[in-house]
């Protein structure tokens, strides 16, 4: 059970980062819907490959494999039943979504999860590992915090997949964590962030990290917010895209995110994380998790990337850094 399986590996992002796994040297394996592609893939990278669909997966469509690594989006229609396969057949399930409602279902199905040994670990890329792990770094400047914001940066161009899981993470209304419940929030409001060049306009929106953070700090209040720049959030045929940004492109755009936490007493505390591109950093820190889980970094039940493998794990990353202000 020591192989690594990556979902979806024929996309903008499974790609990359199947061909980092064979780099690496992982013991890795391709799957997903399309045999043509997946058969050209496999031969590039001399890896071997399964061709199943999401929505009926077998058993032995997971033979000899300890982690799932789901990079096939949008997550909404792959997540619930790869979770559920895994736990049948005692995977660890890792992806990269930012989609709320798949972390709703990892929580929902945590207990079943723990019963059956298995972990479920979404989000292990761009944006939930470095701001799981920038909320917890925060959160230790103050005493008994309260309070949580992260607004993230989104610069430059964005993948077709990642247009379309942002439709769902839309579809999903606006969300805020409050007194420690998840509830919805309709007239939420805009608000300012210096991430670290001056003030910023950031809409609220609901990402993942509103169950992410609960979960890695237990602060009771949580908000999200983005700030859009250029084309970063696409409009019409969304199928019409590119597969995604080139390596110019993402080289041009860094990634960056902050975090406020208001303690008890009413002091504030702001960190900055800035990393090279979300899409450079996705295949590196997803394959990186995998790599660590298989090795048995691991606790079983519904995880972040924070508990996990700890509070630096974000940073080990080349290029990121956090700032505290």
């Given at each position: 059970?020591?192989?690594?399986?990556?979902?979806?590996?024929?996309?903008?992002?499974?790609?990359?980062?199947?061909?980092?796994?064979?780099?690496?040297?992982?013991?890795?394996?391709?799957?997903?819907?399309?045999?043509?592609?997946?058969?050209?893939?496999?031969?590039?990278?001399?890896?071997?490959?399964?061709?199943?669909?999401?929505?009926?997966?077998?058993?032995?469509?997971?033979?000899?494999?300890?982690?799932?690594?789901?990079?096939?989006?949008?997550?909404?229609?792959?997540?619930?039943?790869?979770?559920?396969?895994?736990?049948?057949?005692?995977?660890?399930?890792?992806?990269?979504?930012?989609?709320?409602?798949?972390?709703?279902?990892?929580?929902?199905?945590?207990?079943?999860?723990?019963?059956?040994?298995?972990?479920?670990?979404?989000?292990?890329?761009?944006?939930?590992?470095?701001?799981?792990?920038?909320?917890?770094?925060?959160?230790?400047?103050?005493?008994?915090?309260?309070?949580?914001?992260?607004?993230?940066?989104?610069?430059?161009?964005?993948?077709?997949?990642?247009?379309?899981?942002?439709?769902?993470?839309?579809?999903?209304?606006?969300?805020?964590?409050?007194?420690?419940?998840?509830?919805?929030?309709?007239?939420?409001?805009?608000?300012?962030?210096?991430?670290?060049?001056?003030?910023?306009?950031?809409?609220?929106l609901s990402f993942g990290d509103l169950v992410t953070g609960w979960r890695s700090t237990a602060i009771p209040n949580i908000a999200m917010f983005v700030h859009i720049t250029g084309d970063?959030?696409?409009?019409?045929?969304?199928?019409?895209?590119?597969?995604?940004?080139?390596?110019?492109?993402?080289?041009?755009?860094?990634?960056?995110?902050?975090?406020?936490?208001?303690?008890?007493?009413?002091?504030?505390?702001?960190?900055?994380?800035?990393?090279?591109?979300?899409?450079?950093?996705?295949?590196?820190?997803?394959?990186?998790?995998?790599?660590?889980?298989?090795?048995?970094?691991?606790?079983?039940?519904?995880?972040?990337?924070?508990?996990?493998?700890?509070?630096?794990?974000?940073?080990?990353?080349?290029?990121?850094?956090?700032?505290?202000?």
């Open positions: 059970m020591n192989k690594l399986m990556i979902y979806g590996a024929t996309g903008y992002t499974g790609r990359m980062a199947a061909e980092h796994a064979k780099a690496l040297g992982l013991d890795v394996v391709i799957a997903g819907r399309t045999a043509e592609k997946l058969e050209s893939l496999a031969q590039q990278l001399d890896i071997p490959y399964r061709v199943f669909s999401p929505d009926a997966p077998t058993a032995q469509a997971f033979e000899g494999i300890g982690v799932l690594l789901n990079f096939a989006g949008p997550f909404a229609r792959t997540a619930q039943p790869l979770m559920h396969a895994c736990i049948e057949v005692g995977v660890d399930y890792l992806d990269i979504t930012a989609e709320i409602n798949v972390y709703r279902l990892a929580e929902q199905l945590g207990a079943q999860a723990a019963q059956a040994d298995v972990m479920l670990l979404p989000g292990v890329g761009w944006d939930v590992v470095p701001t799981d792990c920038l909320a917890m770094h925060v959160a230790r400047r103050v005493q008994s915090p309260q309070t949580l914001r992260v607004a993230l940066q989104v610069a430059g161009s964005m993948s077709r997949g990642s247009a379309m899981s942002v439709s769902e993470i839309m579809g999903a209304g606006l969300l805020a964590r409050v007194d420690g419940q998840l509830l919805a929030t309709p007239d939420a409001q805009p608000r300012h962030f210096d991430f670290g060049q001056g003030q910023a306009l950031c809409a609220p970063a959030f696409p409009e019409g045929d969304l199928s019409q895209l590119p597969d995604g940004p080139s390596t110019q492109e993402r080289d041009d755009h860094r990634a960056r995110a902050v975090a406020e936490v208001v303690g008890a007493d009413g002091t504030v505390a702001r960190s900055v994380i800035e990393t090279v591109n979300g899409y450079s950093y996705t295949p590196l820190a997803a394959v990186e998790a995998a790599r660590r889980v298989l090795c048995g970094d691991r606790r079983a039940g519904f995880e972040t990337p924070a508990r996990v493998f700890g509070i630096g794990f974000a940073e080990t990353i080349a290029g990121t850094t956090i700032t505290d202000y």
